[in-house]
């Protein structure tokens, strides 16, 4: 008896397992389903809305050419600021520091369409560095994927806080020229470029050595420097003769009986900046660098770095931009006839 009766509560433990485990294996996977939703439309609701550029907030469209389609693209004057502004500044960076960028954006849009300096009958920029860098809606979103929604109304909302505000400089909209990181200064507009600008001074700029961009480094081999710079090296590069501008950079460098700039070597050479040192081993040539960009104007990470520590962004427009000021386009009899061309 003993033998049968062994097996028999067996059975009966496994069937009573059963019955009571079953019914929760059914149920569990439409508990966490529904726990899945709850917590998937919970996060929905978390989300900001996009915040958004009202149509009436533009005075004129600008017409960009694209350049991969060779198409223009009508777009109107705030809503071409916020996709610059998306396209050549870090979203994450300070909301101050946004603004000021905003400010640079559509000052450089002005004053360029102001002047008639249109690419062609159709188009008044293009969509690259050569003027400012645009992407469009679409673009943004493929880049920017979930995250869309929430960078572009952080941007967006930097530019309604400053719309139609740009820096000008005896009344006239100024030539608002940025870049990425400094070397701990800017630059003298005449030191890079040939025309000198009176609110386009050296200015400090501590800040940027937070910048992953500030250092850099570059190796060529001597045989490449030459054929590039269309020299032959002496034996000793290093022994060359280097000049510095007022920002530390690279005035001029005579080297193989020739003179450069620093802005040619840069650009020969496809350097980050003009503020570059040069080592010499192996049959190669160490550039190594501070900065990344032309230095003139308004340094965006200097701009975030003002902004982490308080300033807002008339303090960083007015640092880069000596002796300018912020004035709304709408007072400016200059640009009356181009904003309100039927009064």
């Known amino acids: 008896m003993k033998n049968w009766k062994r097996p028999g509560l067996i059975t009966f433990s496994f069937l009573l397992l059963m ?14 389903s529904d726990k899945e939703q709850r917590i998937a439309e919970e996060k929905q609701e978390e989300l900001p809305e996009l915040v958004e550029l009202p149509e009436d907030l533009s005075p004129f469209n600008i017409d960009v050419l694209r350049t ?15 996709r610059v ?18 400010l640079a954006a559509r000052t450089y849009i002005v004053q360029h369409y102001s002047n008639g300096e249109g690419v062609s009958d159709q188009a008044d920029v293009t969509d690259t560095v050569d003027h400012q860098v645009y992407k469009n809606e679409s673009e943004l979103r493929n880049q920017w994927k979930a995250e869309f929604d929430t960078k572009m109304s952080k941007i967006n909302q930097a530019v309604r806080e400053t719309a139609g505000e740009i820096i ?15 070397n701990g200064y800017t630059e003298n507009s005449e030191d890079y470029w040939k025309n000198p600008y009176p609110y386009l001074k050296s ?15 570059k190796v060529l ?24 501008t007022e920002g530390n950079r690279v005035s001029s460098i005579e080297v193989g ?13 496809g350097l980050k900046s003009s503020d570059f040192s040069i080592e010499q081993k192996d049959g190669h040539l160490i550039f190594t660098t501070k900065g990344y960009g032309h230095g003139v104007g308004m340094s965006q990470y200097g701009a975030n770095g003002m902004a982490e520590q308080g300033s807002d962004y008339k303090e960083i427009v007015q640092h880069y931009y000596q002796g300018a000021e912020i004035t709304e386009m709408d007072q400016l009899n200059t640009l009356q006839a181009m904003i309100n061309p039927n009064e």
Do not use: C, H
Not at 85 to 93: G, H, L, Y
Not at 169 to 180: H, L, M, Q, T
Not at 203 to 217: A, G, H, N, R, T
């Open 85 to 102: 502004v998306a396209s050549e500044m870090p979203a994450d960076f300070q909301p101050e520091a946004l603004k000021a960028q905003a």
């Open 221 to 244: 081999s001597v045989q490449e420097v030459e054929a590039k710079l269309g020299i032959t090296f002496p034996v000793d590069v290093t022994a060359s003769r280097i000049n510095k």
């Open 257 to 269: 009986g020739e003179e450069f700039s620093g802005r040619e070597i840069r650009e020969k050479l």
């Open 68 to 82: 991969n389609t060779n198409k223009v693209e009508e777009v109107p004057l705030e809503q071409y600021v916020a």
């Open 203 to 217: 200015v400090e700029s501590p800040w940027d050595k937070q910048s992953p961009k500030f250092l850099d480094q």
């Open 19 to 32: 019955i009571l485990i079953i019914p929760t294996l059914i149920v569990l996977p439409f508990i966490d």
């Open 168 to 182: 000008t400089y005896e009344e006239k909209p100024i030539f608002a020229a940025f870049f990425s990181t400094s």
